[in-house]
Nanobody
Framework: QVQLVESGGGSVQAGGSLRLSCAAS?????TAWFRQVPGKEREWVAS???????TYAASVKGRFTISRDNAKNTLYLQMNSLKPEDTAMYYC??????????????????WGQGTQVTVSS
């Protein structure tokens, strides 16, 4: 069992930046960020594999950067040029093996508790 703990959320004005972190209690092969607003389905944002291969949703590509520090078992999401539509609860997720980059929440075994990001116009 792997525990995931997110941090780094907060409030920022449009055009600003935030960096989210997700500390894992152990090694995980594939990690990802999702986000969710009330009343909507949880949306995949980006995934990264242990060899640093990564993939992004079209809505964040070029603005967000996913990275990981394998020595620290920590996942990051650098968010730049934030927009009001980026406002959501952000969750990190992980899967111990298998293909990486799935947009389906069913694919992921472990989830964090979420951190809120609010972008004002």
């Amino acid at each position: 069992q792997v525990q995931l703990v997110e941090s780094g959320g907060g409030s920022v004005q449009a055009g600003g930046s935030l960096r989210l972190s997700c500390a894992a209690s152990g090694y995980v092969y594939c990690t990802a960020w999702f986000r969710q607003v009330p009343g909507k389905e949880r949306e995949w944002v980006a995934s990264i594999r242990s060899d640093n291969w990564s993939t992004y949703a079209a809505s964040v590509k070029g603005r967000f950067t996913i990275s990981r520090d394998n020595a620290k078992n920590t996942l990051y999401l650098q968010m730049n040029s934030l927009k009001p539509e980026d406002t959501a609860m952000y969750y990190c997720a992980a899967v111990p093996r298998g293909p990486c980059g799935s947009m389906s929440i069913a694919r992921y075994t472990y989830w964090g508790q979420g951190t809120q990001v609010t972008v004002s116009s």
